[in-house]
């Protein structure tokens, strides 16, 4: 077993547990209501029913004759007594004659659960002052009237009879409902668990099942396949990054290993100075590879944007400009301006886009900065096609396949270009409705001071 399918278990079991939890909570709370409701309706009722033979039983003490027993509508099996102010017992009903007083003597009417000497259970008795106008003078007594409460005890013994026997049936069937409920749900969850399970770093190209449910797990779903797809692009375009850069470092080892072999082999036509510069040619270029594949890398895994600092764009382009070609001449004008920019980085992308542009020129380069922070560099070389406008800004593209990487470059100046810009919020393209060579574009943020025009 899986410890994923052990989780998901969990995850069932942990759902069916709280709904069982909080309906049963929720149960015995709403059934001990309804008791209490059942009690309070039954108590009104009988209260009322109290009121009325009360009323009734203190109609038969108005007048000149007092009858011999107290009986109310309900007949003569209703508790009743008439008590007098010294504890007498002056009338009573037939189940309540030679019995003590009911309850004690009040003052004003009063509704009571009491027990009363007729039997051991419980009572409801009320109680209320009247005046017996055919006593001498107009005695005053306390009327009391009484009925058990075993009827409400029934009722409640039943009801609570029937919560315990209905609660857990229905706390039961709510179980296994959510049990089925949580299981159906996460079934897609399990197919989805197997498929990732089976993705590995060297096949990245399996999909994991989107439900047709719209829900929250095929959004998931969905979200995890974008995923996959966004890291078997990222890994594709690692391999071939790193099939590009062993493949231009292959060249220049190839030929010092070649150069080195033969100067072994005819020791006696060893030209030592050439050897020498061929070989620092060679590693320099390497070199100037192994930075820019550094750049990258770190580039591609930085997660804060670059260094910013007030820098003179135009002074910034006059550093850069730096590269030469016998025939080839590179002019610098434009406005002052200050923009807020990691000078070592702006340096590094105007520099890269000047080789690129001298590398192809005829004769001229020209580099320009514009007010707005933007800077073109164009040459009078043969340009590029507007279709492959964006392709020269790939990684280890040459244009000119035949070209060798010794005098063609690795293909990575535009891209490091690219990202450079692209770090500082703006970007490198190329202006397509230029004619008569190439005019590379560079844009980097809004400037931050005034600009002054210099050639």
């Known amino acids: 077993m899986t410890r994923g399918g052990s989780g998901r278990r969990s ?21 001990a209501g309804l008791v209490l409701v059942q ?3 039954l108590l009104d009722g009988i209260d009322d029913t109290l009121v009325q033979r009360a009323d009734d039983i203190e109609g038969l003490l108005e007048g000149d004759n007092l009858p011999d027993q107290l009986a109310s509508r309900d007949g003569d099996d209703a508790l009743a007594q008439v008590v007098t102010a010294d504890g007498d017992v002056l009338l009573a ?7 003590a007083p009911l309850a004690p003597d009040v003052d004003r009417q009063a509704l009571r659960t009491i027990d009363i000497p007729v039997d051991d259970e419980p009572f409801r008795v009320l109680s209320r002052p009247v005046v017996i106008d055919a006593a001498p003078a107009g005695t005053a007594a306390v009327l009391h009237v009484a009925t058990t409460l075993e009827p409400v005890s029934e009722s409640r013994m039943a009801l609570v009879a029937s919560l315990a026997i209905g609660l ?9 409902v959510v049990w089925w409920v949580v299981g159906r749900t996460l079934r897609p969850v399990a197919a989805i668990q197997r498929q990732v399970a089976a993705i590995s770093g060297a096949d990245l190209g399996r999909r994991v099942p989107e439900p ?7 959004q ?17 375009t690692q391999r071939q990054f790193t099939s590009d850069a062993a493949h231009e470092l292959r060249s220049p080892l190839t030929r010092l290993r070649a150069e080195l072999e033969v100067d072994l082999a005819h020791p006696e036509t060893v030209d030592h100075d050439r050897t020498t510069q061929r070989v620092l040619h060679d590693v320099a270029g390497m070199q100037a590879l192994v930075d820019d594949l550094l750049f990258l890398a770190r580039h591609d895994e930085a997660d804060n944007g670059p260094n910013r600092a007030p820098v003179d764009l135009l002074a910034i382009a006059h550093e850069a400009a730096s590269a030469r070609r016998d025939g080839v001449t590179v002019g610098v004008s434009g406005a002052d301006v200050v923009v807020d920019a990691d000078q070592r980085q702006v340096v590094r992308a105007i520099r890269n886009l000047v080789d690129n542009a001298v590398r192809h020129a005829r004769s001229q380069v020209t580099v320009e900065v514009g007010p707005e922070g933007v800077v073109t560099v164009t040459d009078d070389g043969p340009g590029i096609p507007a279709a492959r406008a ?13 070209r060798s990487a010794g005098d063609g470059g690795a293909g990575l100046g535009l891209a490091i270009s690219r990202g450079i810009a692209r770090a500082h919020g703006g970007d490198v393209v190329l202006d397509t409705s230029h004619v008569g060579g190439a005019r590379m574009v560079l844009r980097l943020a809004a400037p931050r001071g005034s600009t002054r025009r210099i050639s």
Do not use: H, K, Y
Not at 13 to 28: G, H, K, M, N
Not at 93 to 99: E, L, N, Q, T
Not at 168 to 176: D, G, R
């Open 168 to 176: 857990p049936i229905t706390v039961l069937v709510l179980c296994w």
């Open 390 to 402: 964006e392709e020269v800004f790939g990684r280890f593209v040459r244009l000119d396949e035949a």
């Open 39 to 41: 009690q309070e309706v």
């Open 11 to 31: 995850l069932r079991a942990r759902v069916t547990a709280t709904a069982a939890v909080v309906v049963t909570f929720v149960l015995l709370a709403g059934g």
């Open 93 to 99: 009903s037939p189940v309540a004659d030679r019995s």
């Open 212 to 218: 047709s449910t719209g829900d929250e797990i095929a």
């Open 220 to 236: 998931l779903a969905r979200l995890m396949n974008d995923m996959l797809d966004r890291l078997e692009s990222a890994a594709a």
